[in-house]
């Protein structure tokens, strides 16, 4: 068992350990009085874990009610998030009450964002069931929806009481989207960590795989710890999300999200060397560490269609953006860049060799 413990607007502990699900409800009431507990969840993870989930709960003392919705990303939207809110009133849940996230970030995010509002806020626990999840949306407290003019518009910063996280649950996921996560753990190695990065260049992210869950939570924990509302160095996780971003809009989110920021970092991390702006040539060695986890390094789009997406991200702010450009492996730093100066950067990042 490995625990990380978050210092920020609230403080709470994060449990790795495999097999864990079954012993959620003695660990919740450890943190939380009983109280009736409402899962959150949607229809592929209800028909896995719900009832391993509900059982530990009942057997802890707590009363159960679940809240399921369509699976995918499509339900992440308004009409979903007033339904969890109408089922916690119906359920006359009250402030000592609990939400249950269980799956992935679609639910991470939707379910945070409900108990984050219901009664002005009540008691939040993640269990995520996705890597993507387990080593990003369960962790920092980031809750949204989906608006009709762009993904996660709507949110709050709403730090959960206690995240569990069973990466036995993670046997279940088809390989493209445990792939998805590996793609967010690489991530991590380029900003804050040589041996993580090393670790995955091996190609066998299954292997030891609670230790790479800690190492990604722990850099991701310290970066919230200093900068909770994400106005500087938290916006380091966002090293690959702009293109990544762009490349999502422009395959009309055919290109799903771990897929998206592979390519954003080999773009962002080609164009930084070319361009003079690393201290050493990150891309050789980010690629590699993509193509050896079956990710992907570029995409089909031109850098119009990139640049247009791009200058559309809701992380712009006015006339310039902040890009996190790897000055080496374990080490990314923020580069303000006019937004005029974008598409010849997008230019480098995809062009030839010269
Ligand atoms: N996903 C980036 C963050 O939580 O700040």
Redesign the pocket.
Known sequence: MKTVIVNASRSYDILIENNSLRKAGKEISKRVPACTAAIVTDSIVDALYAETLSASLQQAGFHVVKFVFQSGESSKNLAVFGQILEFLAQQQLTKSDLVVALGGGVTGDMAGFAASVYLRGIRLVQIPTTLLAAI??S??G?TAVNLAAGKNLAGTFYQPGFVLCDPATFATLPEAVFAEGVAEAIKYGVIASPRLFDKLAGGNAHNDLEDSIEQCISI?RD??MRDEF?NGD??L??FG?TIGHAVEHCSGYSITHGYAVAIGMALISTAAWRLGLSETDCSGPIKACLAANHLPVSSPFTVEQLAGAALHDKKRRQDSMNLVIPQKIGQCVLYQIPVSALPDFIREGVGKEP
């Open positions: 990003d949306a962790v920092g980031k991701k970066l919230v994400d938290r916006q996780l966002n999300h």
